[in-house]
């Protein structure tokens, strides 16, 4: 457990620029959302050595003041890092490998019975929704308010509602074109209405 929360802690202090010595350690230790970082890594410290009793009241302890929903059984792999915890609602079907970073009012959550898959090195931004069984890749970014309802390749970096592909590693995609009008009776075009 503590081996993994030094990761997490080396990974946010990364994030804000910092060298990873002692004192930039524990002033990471003490920034937003920290609390909620650390009481999901007992949590799940708990959970492992079966210790479900305790796990739930450091559970329920997250929600009330690191202000984080993170279900007992979501597996987070080393270097999270969560930058504002407020709303942050996370199932407990959720897995995700190393670095991810999470900003406030951020959703992983199930549909149906089956939550997302995320990889390495995902970044996801305010108020964005990730939801039912999506496989994200690794060095995804996740724009704020985005909603990903579908798979996300590797290096893409998604906006929207419904969230769709803008860049795969820093190269832009073309926009999928959308049908036009038709000026002269304002009737939805032929494509639209499955006349084509």
């Known amino acids: 457990m503590f081996q993994t929360l030094l990761e997490d ?9 910092l ?8 002033r990471t230790a003490f ?8 009481l999901y890594r007992l949590m799940r410290f708990c ?28 597996e987070l792999g080393p270097g999270l890092v969560i930058l504002h ?12 490998g190393k670095n991810l970073v999470l900003e406030h009012g951020v959703t992983i959550g199930a549909e149906k019975n089956q939550a997302p898959v995320l990889g390495d090195n995902v970044f996801i931004g305010a108020g964005a929704k990730v939801l039912g069984g999506v496989r994200i890749g690794s060095d995804v970014k996740i724009g704020a308010n985005a909603v990903v309802t579908k798979d996300v390749p ?18 832009r995609v073309a926009p999928a074109r959308e049908p036009e009008w038709d000026a002269e009776d304002l009737t939805l075009p032929a494509a639209w209405c499955g006349r084509e």
């Open 85 to 96: 915890s407020l709303c942050v609602v996370i199932n407990s079907q959720v897995r995700a």
């Open 154 to 171: 590797d290096g893409a970096t998604v906006v929207g509602i419904p969230a769709r592909v803008i860049k795969i590693y820093g190269k």
């Open 19 to 26: 060298p990873p010595t002692g004192k930039a350690l524990l």
């Open 9 to 17: 802690l080396r990974h946010k202090a990364e994030w804000y620029g």
């Open 47 to 74: 959970q492992k050595y079966r210790l479900k009793s305790l796990a739930f009241v450091v559970y329920r302890l997250n929600a009330a003041i690191g202000h984080a929903i993170i279900g007992r059984d979501a």
């Open 31 to 38: 920034s937003d959302g920290s609390t909620a970082q650390i």
